[in-house]
């Protein structure tokens, strides 16, 4: 990731950024930071890289129901689900950003979140995903705040799926090492190696312990399934699965 793009994230919120350039919020790379136009060729490029995203990483755990895109942003993988024809709901914390997925994405019931709530009612949804949001939520109250709402509106037998930041997997997940999250920093202590500390912004947001995590899914009435690297090799991006019965 370019530097002056973590740079922009760490100055600026969330509002702001979608106001500016909703898109490159949503999609950092230097091609959509370059222009805020909304192109037919700018919006297929969007697009497409949300299907594959939501191809390669949520439909294998499709559930029959209503899915709902925690941090949905701009719709770009919240269309590939209505493209499917799936009922599908979106919810973010940007008024801009949910005007913007109403235009590209007309079908689905979208919310602003609001004290941290949606309007969506209690155990409605069969999946609740999210993707690239919380890991930029910057105090560990909100992020607390975040998995209260998604389990909520998780109906009974409903998967949830969230990519996390955690640098408790850096080895692997056989021999974890462990973390204290604190509201605006977390302390690491690796398996091997010193322990650090890590502050917390709008870019390197809260990066969760794997035991409070665990504890705080168990708390709401869920049961963990798995932890699955985004990509192949061990980094600090990380799915959880989890189910509520």
Known sequence: MDADLRGAWRAKSWEEMASENALAAVMTTPE??????????????????GRELFDRHLRPDLRDGLIVDYGCGAGRLLRAAADDGRACAGIDISPTMIELCRRFVPGADL?????????????CAAMVYSYA??????????????????????????????QVSTDDFRNGFEAPGRAENH?????????SGESYRRDQD?????????????????????????????????????????HKP
């Not at 959509?32 to 890289?49: G, H, I, P, Y």
Request: aromatic fraction near 10%; hydrophobic fraction near 50%; include cysteine.
């Open 32 to 49: 959509m930071m370059a222009t805020a136009d909304l192109s037919d060729e700018r919006v297929a490029a969007f697009f497409a890289r």
């Open 111 to 123: 919310h602003v979140l609001a004290d941290g709530r949606s309007g969506l009612p209690d155990a």
């Open 133 to 162: 949001v919380v890991q930029h939520i910057s105090r560990l109250s909100a992020y607390v705040a975040a998995f209260d709402e998604m389990c909520r509106i998780l109906a009974p037998g409903g998967l949830l799926k969230v």
């Open 202 to 242: 709008n870019w390197n947001g809260v990066c969760i312990d794997h035991e409070t995590l665990v504890r705080l899914l168990v708390e709401r009435g869920l049961v963990f399934d798995a932890w699955g690297f985004h990509k192949q090799k061990p980094s600090r991006v990380v799915w959880v699965t989890a």
């Open 183 to 191: 509201e605006t920093y977390s302390m690491h202590f690796p398996a």
